[in-house]
């Protein structure tokens, strides 16, 4: 159905591939969507053992919560821009589906009664809360499900950077829960 110019593809098959290059990137922005909050927690587990360890003099524990902060704040960052490119690309998907791959309106899936429509985007996430709400995997994850991962994730690395933070501070208040004051007098 293209028509070729100069030796160049046009139409149906551009559009398609043009297409298979978004999606491959959606997958790319996808798989480093869970590559950040796995580095991170590797980074901010060791971080946190010498900030709360009574093995380290003060100052090496307020450097470590200085950087478990900083190292927060930049995975928080790179998940939220990575997660937001993600989701730009599935609705882009979803919309070329729905305007160029009518051949899905057609799809019914599993005996359903609606027929699939667009893969990707928001009609995905309609299909994908229906069958959260039937329970279909059993209360426990259906409840757990409510969630999406990127904002449990991105909460669970806020509070290492919010510990690491009262820690920092703490240790120069001398809030004797995080820093003895007998450890502070004798390490300044």
Request: glycine share 6%; aromatic share 12%.
């Amino acid at each position: 159905m293209s028509d070729e110019v100069d030796g160049t593809k046009t139409g149906d098959e551009n559009m398609w591939a043009i297409y298979t290059v978004v999606a491959a990137r959606r997958l790319q922005w996808d798989n480093l969507v869970w590559q950040v909050p796995a580095l991170s927690l590797t980074a901010q587990a060791f971080l946190m053992t010498i900030t709360l360890s009574a093995d380290y003099d003060v100052w090496p524990r307020r450097a470590a919560a200085l950087l478990s902060c900083v190292i927060c704040l930049l995975s928080l960052n790179l998940l939220a821009r990575q997660r937001l490119s993600e989701l730009t690309d599935a609705h882009f998907l979803g919309s070329f589906e729905a305007k160029n791959a009518t051949w899905l309106d057609g799809m019914v899936v599993d005996g359903e009664a609606e027929p699939v429509g667009p893969i990707h985007g928001p009609r995905f996430k309609e299909r994908r809360e229906a069958l959260r709400i039937e329970n279909k995997d059993g209360r426990i994850m259906s409840f757990a499900a409510r969630w999406t991962s990127s904002r449990v994730w991105f909460v669970g690395l806020a509070l290492f950077g919010l510990v690491s933070l009262v820690v920092f501070v703490g240790s120069f208040v001398g809030w004797e829960w995080i820093f003895p004051l007998e450890s502070l007098h004798s390490h300044r």
